[in-house]
């Protein structure tokens, strides 16, 4: 995909590819260093990308907001926080026997939605980095007042969501990641939480007769029984790759890189 690079007035300006120095991580560093949960995830993915982001300060290129799906995240926020706000079970709720659940009110809630500024925060064991990261919703049993991570998920697929093949497919191997690290990010910083996060998954209907100005969208409850016990691990393995000198690895299925290869070989053969 081609990203030209646009100012606050639309006006394209010159890709530095470069971010400021204050923003990157120097190895062994003492000062306190914040990492998101997608930081994390691309670690997950590769070490070499994360690296060169974190360390060596490179941007990568930015991709498009995708707001189809941040819509069907607003509206839904917008029935929960009515149900929060009333202390009621939602809809969804009795559909799928869980009467004894309700949106979990706390004066934070905006903050730890907004993963761009806030999130949920927590420091890392007794080092220098405070780990972070925006969830969509957190409810709450109002038997044992535990607390349930939330991630809402928008997609259109011609099959019906059905929880095994939903939580078994490669594709969503980083959702679960996800839905551990925040449940990890809750319980540090004091709360506890129940064994089973739900994704609330929104399907567009493609098999539509047309559009009719109107997208149908069915609504699936996908429980999911997370596991944070392998993040600790991998945390220290992610401090210690950055405190290290040498670029890590690249991956060898990434189209990027692969991509950016075949361009450099091109160019390199030319001059
Ligand atoms: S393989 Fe290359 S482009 Fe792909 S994620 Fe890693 S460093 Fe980035």
């Given amino acids: 995909m081609i990203n030209l690079k646009r100012n606050n007035k639309q ?86 026997r869980l009467d004894h659940l309700v949106p979990f009110k706390h004066e934070q809630m905006d903050k730890w939605r ?22 969509d919703d957190i409810w709450q049993d109002t038997n044992t007042k535990e607390l349930i991570v939330v991630d809402y998920k928008s997609q259109a697929s011609s099959y019906e969501v059905k929880a095994e093949s939903y939580l078994n497919s490669g594709w969503h191997e980083g959702y679960k990641n996800q839905m551990d690290f925040y449940n990890y990010l809750l319980n540090l910083m004091g709360f506890k939480t129940a064994d089973t996060s739900y994704f609330l998954v ?25 596991d944070t016990s392998w993040i600790p691990e991998k945390v220290n393995e992610m401090i210690k790759c950055m405190n290290h000198d040498e670029v890590p690895k690249n991956h060898p299925s990434c189209e990027n890189c692969a991509y950016s290869k075949q361009i450099f070989n091109l160019v390199k053969n030319k001059s």
């Fill in 11 to 96: 006006e394209l300006v010159d890709a530095k590819g470069i971010r400021k120095e204050s923003s990157i991580y120097k190895p062994n560093q003492k000062e306190n260093f914040k990492l998101s949960r997608s930081k994390f995830e691309d670690f997950l993915k590769c070490q070499r990308c994360f690296y060169l982001d974190r360390v060596k300060g490179l941007i990568r290129p930015g991709m498009p907001s995708w707001t189809l799906n941040e819509t069907t995240d607003l509206l839904l926020k917008k029935e929960f926080d009515q149900c929060r706000e009333d202390q009621v079970a939602h809809r969804l709720f009795s559909k799928n």
């Fill in 202 to 226: 929104v399907n567009a209907n493609r098999a539509a007769d047309g559009f009719h100005g109107v997208m149908e969208f069915s609504e699936t409850l996908i429980p999911y029984h997370y």
């Fill in 114 to 135: 907004d993963s761009l500024r806030h999130g949920l925060i927590a420091r890392f064991e007794d080092t220098n980095i405070i780990l972070s990261g925006g969830i």
